[in-house]
């Protein structure tokens, strides 16, 4: 692996796109999350993109396991991380000089496949300015941190990726056993001793009569969510979620215009077996709802799943880090809904200081209810 041209990057991406160019002095144009429009940083001319929700065709599963639309691949090159393995789509005519998912600058263009091209996008609607307000005021929130923290940190540059997700309907039939359990009670005598004493008491004992109960429950499920990316950031991706994904978009070139998507590592088979562990359980919750009993067990389902239909869809997310005592520290902000989460350095002296402050209060209150 060789890295293309090394020419000074900004944000990582040289801007040297002909197909967004700027109708009034040539610059090139950049997707822009507040007007939801193009605009050029230039001169700011703004273009507006015709934003449609058209495509409603959903892939056959089964279809695409063998012949997807790969054509992704005329526009995209792929830039593989070779510390953290993650895997960067950018327009053919840029280039990546670090990763934005574990900042390494080893990172080098390969000749992988694009992958499947997505259907839907939904476009970022916060800005990088309005990101970098979002983290400032969770910072500022991070009270185990230390207090130096608020003014010590250093924050590393943003940057806007769209990350893969997988969304699958399917039909499904299933049939199953419970078991079905009804309470009844029985009058149980006993001895005990009181004061020395043997004395006879009787007692309600509850017991369960089990019946065994065979159903059948259908139900079809749209769009099941399933994230594609395995990225470093992946833990924290889950809670920036949810996303509205009301708010999906047809897939337009200009969306990612000046932003970067992730190339899925989570392949469609893959996606579609953690889909159907979701659709699994929601089944088992079902049966569960319908079957009334005073407790009802699960024995088994066997379960067919038919008309499997999928979408690869790019979710927006702003990535960066700061650093503080020498260490980075990772954090997301939801480029729809500005939701931040991140790691932070923690105060060995202030989390010290509450657990004995709460010990202090529990003993306290012990205290108090024990005089009482
Ligand atoms: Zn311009
Ligand atoms: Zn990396």
């Known amino acids: 692996m060789t890295n293309v041209d090394n020419e000074v990057l900004e944000d990582g991406i040289i801007e040297e796109t002909e197909v967004n160019q700027c109708g009034s002095c040539g610059g090139n144009t950049v997707y822009d999350p507040v007007s939801r429009g193009l605009k050029c940083p230039f001169c700011g001319t ?173 139900k079809f499920f749209d769009d099941i969510l399933v994230k594609a990316s395995r990225n470093v950031a992946s833990g924290l991706i889950d809670k920036v979620e949810p996303f509205q994904l009301s708010g999906l978009l047809d897939y337009k070139t200009e969306y990612l215009s000046g932003f970067l998507a992730e190339r899925y590592s989570i392949p469609l088979k893959e996606g579609w077996l953690s889909a159907r562990n979701i659709i699994d359980q929601k089944i088992r919750n079902g049966i569960l709802r319908k079957e009334t009993g005073d407790e009802v067990r699960i024995v088994k389902v066997d379960t067919s799943y038919d008309g499997i239909t999928f979408k690869h869809i790019l979710l927006p997310l702003w990535i960066s880090s700061f650093n503080f005592n020498n260490k980075v520290y990772r954090f997301l902000v939801n480029g729809q809904t500005g939701k931040v989460s991140g790691k932070s350095p923690i105060s060995i002296w202030k989390v010290t200081f509450t657990v004995l402050l709460t010990a202090l209060v529990a003993g306290i209150v012990f205290m108090v209810q024990d005089t009482m």
Do not use: M
């Not at 396991?65 to 053919?92: I, M, P, Q, Y």
């Not at 923290?149 to 049939?175: H, V």
């Not at 199953?176 to 005990?192: E, H, M, P, S």
């Open 46 to 218: 703004q273009v507006e993109i015709e934003a449609t929700r058209e495509n409603t065709t959903e892939h056959d599963y089964l279809d695409a396991l063998d012949h997807a639309d790969h054509s992704w691949s005329d526009e995209k090159r792929v830039f593989k991380c070779d510390n953290c393995g993650a895997e960067t789509l950018l327009d053919n005519d840029k280039v990546a000089d670090f990763c934005t998912f574990c900042g390494s600058s080893h990172i080098a263009v390969t000749e992988h496949d694009a992958g499947i091209k997505p259907a839907l996008v939904l476009p970022f609607q916060i800005s990088k300015e309005q990101a970098v307000e979002k983290f400032k005021t969770w910072i500022s929130k991070r009270y185990f941190a230390p207090s130096r923290l608020k003014k010590e940190y250093e924050l590393q540059k943003l940057s806007g990726a769209y990350i893969p997700y997988w969304t699958f309907d399917s039909n499904t039939k299933s049939s199953y056993t419970v078991k079905i359990g009804t309470y009844y009670y029985v009058t149980v005598t006993r001895t005990v001793h009181r004061d020395g004493k043997a004395q006879q008491v009787t007692e309600q004992v509850r017991k369960i009569r089990w019946r065994t109960q065979n159903g059948s429950y259908n």
